[in-house]
């Protein structure tokens, strides 16, 4: 069953994101709270949403995304941010409903497109994402401004 978060599944959405950053090779970087998940999808202004994936009570994925603006087609798009399934339930449809559900959700909103980031290196993604449909915007590089670099240009040379 795919469902919105709420704000009971904070732990398990937690879980899945230090999941997911231990198979890209990053979980020191997880920086997130329960407590930041919280204010930041359940806050009264959330920016950030999140769809889950359960079975026989368990959540057992995510997509975590956010709205997006193209200029080119004036209209927003979703960013999917995080999309993760647990190993032993891949291969089985949970990832296929999670974008899915996604999907509909951008058409119901009027949305141009839904886009996000894989890992070069993570080809089961990749042919997943192919599978669907979707195409790698092969000529784009993804840059990020972040840490002590963001904090310079935006005047916190202390932070």
């Known amino acids: 069953m795919i469902r919105d978060a709420a704000p009971a599944d904070v732990e398990q959405l937690l879980r899945l994101i230090r999941e997911l950053a231990e198979f890209e090779r990053a979980l020191d970087a997880v920086e997130a709270t329960e407590e930041d998940l919280r204010e930041a999808l359940f806050c009264s202004d959330s920016k950030v949403f999140a769809l889950v994936a359960e079975e026989a009570g368990a959540v057992v994925g995510m997509a975590i ?17 995080d999309l993760f399934v647990v190993p032993e339930h891949r291969s089985r449809g949970v990832g296929r409903e999670l974008v899915t559900a996604l ?23 990749i042919s997943f994402y192919e599978a669907l449909g979707a195409q790698a915007m092969g000529d784009w590089t993804t840059f990020r401004l972040s840490g002590p670099s963001l904090a310079a240009l935006g005047g916190r040379p202390d932070s």
Do not use: I, K, M, P
């Open 65 to 81: 995304y956010f709205l997006s603006f193209s200029t080119w087609t004036g209209r927003h798009g979703l960013y999917l941010e």
């Open 103 to 125: 999907a509909v959700r951008a058409v119901q909103l009027g949305c141009s497109r839904v886009e996000w980031a894989v890992l070069d290196w993570n080809e089961a993604a």
